[in-house]
């Protein structure tokens, strides 16, 4: 059984770089043909996809937050890594990481991280 878990700081600073860790188990993430996303759902809206990593290391980035989002990996702990930066209360959402097939839909998530952004 794989499991996500995501975890992080819960208020950020505006302007800061918010940074979330997702520690998976039951799987390695360097296995082949999948693919991992972080995905958030801010209060009242849907759900937003971030962007991921897959096992090849490459990673892929939603337009609208390509010049503040950087995604890694360590192999070695078997997590990914999330950083946001330059964050404004627009980025209060609930953060989630999640498992995709390549070329397929998600069939694990984590239970969600909420982030909210403040002064």
């Known amino acids: 059984q794989v499991q996500l878990q995501e975890s992080g700081p819960g208020l950020v600073k505006p302007s800061q770089t918010l940074t979330l860790t997702c520690t998976v188990s039951?799987?390695?993430?360097?296995?082949?043909?999948?693919?991992w996303s972080w995905i958030r759902q801010p209060p009242g809206k849907g759900l937003e996809w971030i962007g991921a990593?897959?096992?090849?290391?490459?990673?892929y980035y939603s337009p609208s937050l390509k010049s503040r989002t950087s995604i890694s990996r360590d192999t070695s702990k078997n997590q990914l890594t999330l950083q946001l930066s330059s964050v404004t209360p627009e980025d209060t959402a609930v953060y989630y990481c999640?498992?995709?097939?390549?070329?397929?839909?998600?069939?694990?998530w984590g239970q969600g991280t909420q982030v909210s952004v403040s002064s």
């Open positions: 999640a498992r995709r097939v390549v070329g397929t839909g998600y069939d694990y």
């Open positions: 990593i897959h096992y090849s290391g490459n990673t």
């Open positions: 039951g799987g390695s993430i360097t296995i082949n043909d999948y693919s």
